[in-house]
C-alpha cells in the first residue's frame, strides 16, 4: 500500500531541546512544542514514523556543536517526551540491509541509531528509505547543517517530496546553516510551519510552493514558522 507521507525525525535528544542539555537554546522549547504537535497528528493519523538517534563515544565531542552531544549514555542522548509511539521497534546500531517483510504494516514508529549524521551511510535506514512506496516526509529535529540537509536531499535524489516544518527544526549556531537551507530549497523541499503541516497533512501545491519559497528566501526560516 502506496504511503502518502513519513513523519523523519533527526536527532531528538535532550541535549537539543530540553533545559540543561548542552546544546540547549533559546528556540529549543519552541521547536520541541511544535515536535510534539507533529507527533499527535502522527498519532491521529497514523503517519508512518522513521526516528534517527546520534549516539557519540564517550570523550569525543561529536558532529553537530563544539561541546559534548549525544554521548552514550548520558541523559543528554535520551529522546525528549512525547516522541515515542505504542507501536515500536528499534533497530539500534547495527548496520545491516536485512528488513522485516512489513516493517510499516507491523509498527508505526522505527527507531535507527547511529555514530554519524548522514541516514543514508546506514545501511538499513538506506534500504528501507529507498524502497518505501512513499510519495513524500516531513522532516523536524535537530542540525540543520546535519542530518536534515543530507536527509532531504538524499530524499529528493531519491524522488520523494519533502517538506521542511521549519519551527521544528533546530539550525544550532551553525555557520553552515544558511547554505544548508538554501541547498535544500534548491533542491525542491518546502519549508513549511508545524499548524500548516498539521492542517493540510503535509500537502501542497506548485503554485503554494513557490510562494513559500519566495518568503522564505526573503524572510529566512525564522520568520516562516
Known amino acids: 500500500m502506496r504511503i502518502d507521507r513519513v513523519l523523519l525525525d533527526i536527532e531528538l535528544q535532550r ?11 533559546s528556540r529549543s522549547l519552541e521547536a520541541g512544542r511544535n515536535v510534539r504537535r507533529l507527533f499527535a ?24 556543536a563544539p561541546v559534548p552531544h549525544c554521548v552514550d549514555g548520558t541523559n543528554g542522548e535520551k529522546r525528549i517526551s512525547g516522541t515515542l509511539l505504542a507501536r515500536r521497534v528499534n533497530f539500534g546500531m547495527r548496520s545491516v540491509t536485512d528488513l522485516p ?5 507491523d509498527y508505526q514508529q522505527v527507531i535507527i541509531e547511529r555514530r554519524h549524521t548522514d541516514i543514508f551511510r546506514h545501511a538499513r535506514a538506506e534500504r528501507l528509505l529507498t524502497q ?6 516531513v522532516l523536524c529535529g535537530a542540525g540543520s547543517a546535519g542530518g536534515i540537509v543530507e536527509a532531504a536531499v538524499g530524499l529528493r ?12 527544526i533546530l539550525d544550532l549556531d551553525s555557520p553552515d546553516a544558511e547554505y544548508a537551507w538554501l541547498r535544500m530549497l534548491a533542491k525542491g523541499a518546502v519549508p513549511l510551519a508545524t499548524d500548516e503541516i498539521v492542517r493540510r497533512h503535509g500537502r501542497t501545491k506548485r503554485r503554494q510552493h513557490h510562494a513559500t519559497v519566495r518568503q522564505f528566501c526573503r524572510d529566512g526560516p525564522a520568520l516562516i514558522g
Open 15 to 25: 541535549d537539543f531541546f530540553s533545559p540543561g542539555g548542552s546544546c540547549f537554546s
Open 41 to 64: 497528528w502522527a498519532r491521529r493519523r497514523r503517519v508512518p514514523v522513521l526516528s534517527v538517534l546520534l549516539r557519540c563515544r564517550p570523550k569525543r565531542i561529536g558532529p553537530l
Open 101 to 105: 517483510a512489513n516493517t510499516f504494516g
Open 132 to 137: 518505501l512506496d512513499a510519495k513524500g516526509f
Open 157 to 168: 535524489a531519491r524522488g520523494f517530496e519533502v517538506t521542511l516544518a521549519s519551527d521544528a
